[in-house]
């Protein structure tokens, strides 16, 4: 039987960096979701996902980056919750496999 070694991987939106996080100590940093072995359709949706965020940032003023509306903050974040429930069944598929 092979064995994995699990690491930990935070989905989130930060102004102008991926939206993968790899909290493991020896290789933290931001990982780019293309680097993953997940699905082509996933990949596409965390893209997007990610690029509307992004579109928030103020580059006149970057305190005043933010969504136009609480609706649509709270929609992204409900659809972030959504993609990282994603992520990680195909990241967990992917290494039973």
């Given at each position: 039987?092979e064995?994995?070694?699990m690491k930990?991987?935070?989905l989130?939106?930060?102004?102008g960096?991926p939206?993968?996080f790899n909290?493991?100590?020896?290789?933290?940093?931001?990982?780019e979701p293309?680097?993953l072995y997940?699905?082509?359709h996933l990949?596409?949706?965390l893209?997007?996902w990610?690029?509307?965020?992004?579109q928030?940032?103020s580059?006149?003023?970057?305190?005043d980056?933010?969504?136009k509306?609480d609706?649509?903050?709270?929609?992204h974040?409900?659809r972030?919750?959504?993609l990282?429930?994603?992520?990680?069944?195909?990241i967990?598929a992917?290494?039973?496999?």
């Open positions: 039987m064995a994995f070694e930990t991987l935070r989130g939106a930060v102004c960096a939206p993968i909290a493991d100590i020896e290789e933290m940093g931001y990982v293309s680097e997940i699905s082509p990949l596409a949706q893209e997007a990610n690029v509307e965020f992004q928030t940032f580059d006149d003023y970057p305190p980056s933010r969504f509306s609706d649509e903050r709270n929609r974040n409900e972030g919750a959504e990282a429930a994603l992520l990680q069944r195909e967990g992917n290494r039973a496999g």
